[in-house]
C-alpha cells in the first residue's frame, strides 16, 4: 500500500540537452541555451512500504511454488468435485483421454494421411539413423514403432512425430565406440546402447518429475547452432565411407582424421558406388529445395527417401554381383525384449550413464524445442515438464523393447505438419505401417546398397547447418557467435564429445559472467519529463548537478555484491573529475536506482551498507530509489534498513532529488 505523506516542489538544474543533427540537409541549429536551465515540478513524496508480512513456512512456500510451478498446473483442479478431480487427472498425465473424447472420423482422415507420409520418411531415416550409432539397421526400424505408440499416449503436442534422431545417434555412437568396438563385441555394444538408452529416459523424466526442466536451457541457442552445424558437417564426412565405397574407414570424428582416411584408402574407392550415390544425392537434395520453395509440394521431398531407396534397391538386385555394399538380411518380426540386455553394474556402467545423460540432453532438448515451435504456429500450449516425463518414459520402455535414443524429430514433424496432422494418432499410423514393414516386407531390403542410406543422413542433416542464424548472431551479439564459433570448432576439429562439452562450458560461463559483472547505467533526466534513463541510451537524458544517479539492472547477489561497489566508486571517481573540468557541483548525492533489483541477499545487503559507510566518510549522501517489494521487505529486516532510515528509501528518483535539501544549489 503507498502512503502519501508529503507535498514537495521538485526545483533543480540541469544541464542543458544538445540537441540533434542528422544529415547535411539538416536545419541549423538554433542557438545554444544557457549553461544551466531551471525546472519546476510539483511532486507528491510516496513512502516506500513493504510487503505484507509472511510466516517463513508461507514465504517458503510460496517461493518454491513460483521456482517449481510457475505454470500452476493445479489451477484446472480447484472448485472441482472428486470425481472431476479424477477425470482431470487422467487427461493431465495421459493427454489422449482429453482429445480423444471428441475424436471424429475426419480427424483419423487427415491424422491417417499424415502418419503414412511420415511412415514413407521414418522407414529409410530410421535404418540410416541407426548404421550412424553403429547399430544394426534393424534397431532403427524397432525404434520407429514402439515410441511412437508411447508417445501417443503421454505426449501433449499434436505435431510431434517420434523416432531417431541423427545428432543423438552421431554422439551415441562416438561415446560408446571409444570402449566397445562395434565390429568385434556387436553384443557388449548393443548392451551398452539400450542401457544408455534407460539411462537417458530415466535422467530425463525425471526432470519432468522434478520439475527441473529449467536445467535443458543451459544449453543456449548461440551454443546449439554452433553445435548442430559442427555435428552435421562431420555427420555428412562419417558418411563419405558409403558415399565412396571405403571398406576400412578410421573411427575417429575429427576433420582432419576423416579426411586424411578418405585421402589415404582412395585406392578402396569404387566408381559405381561414387556414381549411385552422387546421382541419389542430387535427387534428394533437389526435391528438399523443391519443397522448400512450394511448401504445398512437401509430398515431393518427404516421399523422396523411400522412392530413392526402392529404385536403389532395384538397380543393386539387377547389377547384383558388382562392388556395391548392401545392407543384407534383416530379421523379420516385432521388437524382441531387451530388459535382460540392460546391466546396471561392471565396468561399462559409468560409460553407459555418461552417454545416457549426453544423448538424453540433446534429444530433449530438440524434442521440446520442435514441440513448442509447432504449438506456436498453431496456438496451442505444450508443458515443458510432461514433455520432458513422456520422452522419459518413452526411452525407458523403448531401451526394454530393442530401441536405442529417440524423441520428436524436426525433419518428421514438419512433414507431419504439413502433410495436415490434428492429433498424436499420425504417430500410431506411422508405426502401424512400420509394423507392417517388420513383419512382412522386410526381405525387401536384402539388396538396398550403403550408399543410399548415406545420401539421406547427408541430405536429412543439411538442414542443421544453419548460415542464416549465425550471421543473426554476428550481427546481433559478437559474444553468443563467438560462443557458436567455439562451439562449432570443438567438434569439427576434436571430437563430437569435446565440442558438447564445450558447447555446455560456454553456456554456463555466459551465465557466470553476466551474473557476476552485471549491467549499471548512469542516468540523467529526460528534459519536460520526470523520467531518468541512461544517458549512454537517451542522447536527450542530462545529468543533474550534484546528483549521481546510478542504474543497477540485476540482482545483488553474494556473486556481484563486491564489484558493484567497485563500478559505483569508478562511476562517482569519473563523475567527479568531469564535474572540476567543467567547473560545476561535485556530487552531493548518489541515487541507486532500484528499480531493475529484484533480488537481494546478506551480501548484497552488507555491500550496500559498506557503500553507505564510505561515502558518509566522504560527505556525500547515499539514497536508494524504487527498491522492489522483496529488497525493501529484506533491507527492513536487517540492520541496512536501520542505517538507510525512511528518509534515504524513495518511491521514485525523482522523488529522491525532490527530497534532498541541496536540490537548488547553484554551482
Known amino acids: 500500500m503507498v502512503v502519501n505523506n508529503k507535498v514537495d516542489t521538485l526545483t533543480y538544474d540541469v544541464e542543458a540537452a544538445q540537441p540533434r543533427v542528422s544529415g547535411a540537409a539538416a536545419p541549423s541549429p538554433p542557438p545554444p541555451p544557457p549553461p544551466h536551465q531551471r525546472s519546476t515540478f510539483v511532486l507528491e513524496q510516496h513512502k516506500v512500504s513493504a510487503p505484507e508480512r509472511r510466516s517463513t513456512a508461507r514465504a517458503l512456500g510460496q517461493r518454491l511454488a513460483e521456482i517449481f510451478f510457475p505454470d500452476d498446473p493445479l489451477h484446472q483442479f480447484k472448485n472441482q468435485s472428486f470425481a472431476r478431480k479424477l477425470v482431470l487427472a487422467l487427461q493431465y498425465f495421459f493427454p489422449i483421454f482429453d482429445w480423444g473424447s471428441h475424436y ?16 514413407s520418411l521414418a522407414i529409410p531415416q530410421g535404418i540410416s539413423y541407426a548404421k550412424l550409432a553403429n547399430l544394426p539397421p534393424i534397431i532403427g526400424l524397432y525404434s520407429s514403432f514402439v515410441p511412437p505408440l508411447i508417445y501417443a499416449l503421454l505426449g501433449s503436442s499434436r505435431d510431434l512425430a517420434v523416432g531417431p534422431v541423427s545428432i543423438a545417434s552421431l554422439v551415441m555412437g562416438s561415446m560408446l565406440r571409444e570402449a566397445v568396438a562395434p565390429e568385434q563385441q556387436p553384443i557388449l555394444y548393443l548392451q551398452l546402447a539400450f542401457t544408455a538408452t534407460f539411462f537417458a529416459g530415466l535422467f530425463q523424466a525425471s526432470l519432468g518429475f522434478l520439475r527441473l526442466g529449467f536445467i535443458v536451457d543451459f544449453l543456449s541457442k548461440a551454443t546449439l547452432t554452433g553445435f548442430m552445424g559442427g555435428a552435421a558437417i562431420i555427420v555428412s564426412l562419417q558418411q563419405l565411407k558409403g558415399l565412396l565405397g571405403i571398406v576400412h574407414f578410421t573411427t575417429h570424428m575429427g576433420f582432419v582424421d576423416v579426411m586424411a582416411s578418405v585421402v589415404r584408402r582412395h585406392r578402396e574407392w569404387e566408381w559405381q558406388t561414387i556414381v549411385m550415390g552422387l546421382a ?22 518427404a516421399a523422396a527417401p523411400l522412392t530413392c531407396v526402392i529404385a536403389s534397391t532395384a538397380i543393386s538386385y539387377f547389377c547384383r554381383g558388382n562392388a556395391i555394399s548392401i545392407i543384407g538380411d534383416l530379421p523379420r518380426g516385432v521388437n524382441p525384449p531387451s530388459m535382460n540386455m540392460l546391466h546396471f553394474s561392471g565396468s561399462y556402467v559409468a560409460l553407459s550413464l555418461k552417454t545416457g545423460i549426453m544423448t538424453g540432453i540433446l534429444s530433449l532438448t530438440e524434442g521440446i524445442a520442435v514441440g513448442r515451435t509447432f504449438a506456436s504456429i498453431n496456438n496451442y500450449q505444450v508443458d515443458g515438464n510432461k514433455e520432458m516425463m513422456a520422452i522419459g518414459v518413452m526411452n525407458m520402455a523403448g531401451s526394454c523393447a530393442s530401441c536405442y535414443v529417440t524423441t520428436g524429430s524436426f525433419s518428421r514433424s514438419a512433414v507431419n505438419y504439413s502433410a495436415g496432422c490434428r492429433t498424436a ?10 509394423l507392417i514393414t517388420l513383419l512382412f516386407l522386410m526381405p525387401l531390403f536384402h539388396y538396398t546398397p550403403n550408399v543410399i542410406l548415406s545420401a539421406i543422413i547427408i541430405t536429412a542433416v543439411a538442414g542443421l547447418i544453419d548460415f542464416r542464424g549465425a550471421a543473426k548472431l554476428w550481427k546481433v551479439d559478437k559474444l553468443d557467435f563467438m560462443a557458436c564459433l567455439a562451439a562449432f570448432l570443438g567438434v569439427l576439429l576434436v571430437s563430437v564429445q ?41 542522447r536527450e537524458a542530462v545529468r543533474v548537478p550534484p546528483f549521481l544517479v546510478i542504474g543497477v539492472e540485476t540482482a545483488i547477489y553474494f556473486a556481484n555484491s563486491t564489484y558493484l561497489v567497485e563500478r559505483i566508486m569508478r562511476y562517482l571517481r569519473e563523475e567527479e573529475e568531469r564535474a572540476a573540468k567543467a567547473n560545476i557541483c561535485s556530487v552531493r548525492c548518489v541515487v541507486l536506482d532500484m528499480s531493475a533489483v529484484s533480488a537481494i541477499d546478506t551480501s548484497g545487503l552488507d555491500a550496500l551498507a559498506e557503500l553507505k559507510r564510505v561515502l558518509d566518510k566522504r560527505n556525500i549522501e547515499l539514497v536508494l ?8 521487505e529484506r533491507m527492513y529486516n536487517s540492520v541496512v534498513g536501520e542505517m538507510f532510515g525512511s528518509d534515504r528509501l524513495f518511491f521514485s528518483v525523482a522523488e529522491a532529488i525532490a527530497a534532498a535539501p541541496y536540490k537548488t544549489v547553484q554551482p
Open 498 to 538: 569435446v565440442g558438447l562439452a564445450v558447447a555446455v562450458g560456454i553456456s554456463l560461463f555466459k551465465i557466470l559472467l553476466q551474473v557476476t559483472r552485471p549491467n549499471t547505467v548512469v542516468k540523467g533526466v529526460v528534459p519536460g519529463t520526470q523520467s531518468y534513463r541512461s544517458i549512454a541510451q537517451y
Open 425 to 434: 494418432v499420425s504417430n500410431i499410423i506411422m508405426a502401424t505401417a512400420v
Open 104 to 119: 471424429s472420423l475426419k480427424l483419423l482422415r487427415s491424422d491417417a494421411i499424415a502418419g503414412l507420409t511420415i511412415a
Open 625 to 632: 530509489a524504487n527498491p522492489v517489494g522483496s529488497v525493501t
Open 280 to 301: 541419389f544425392l542430387a535427387v534428394l537434395l533437389g526435391t528438399r529445395q523443391i519443397s522448400a520453395r512450394n511448401p504445398r509440394l512437401f509430398w515431393v521431398s
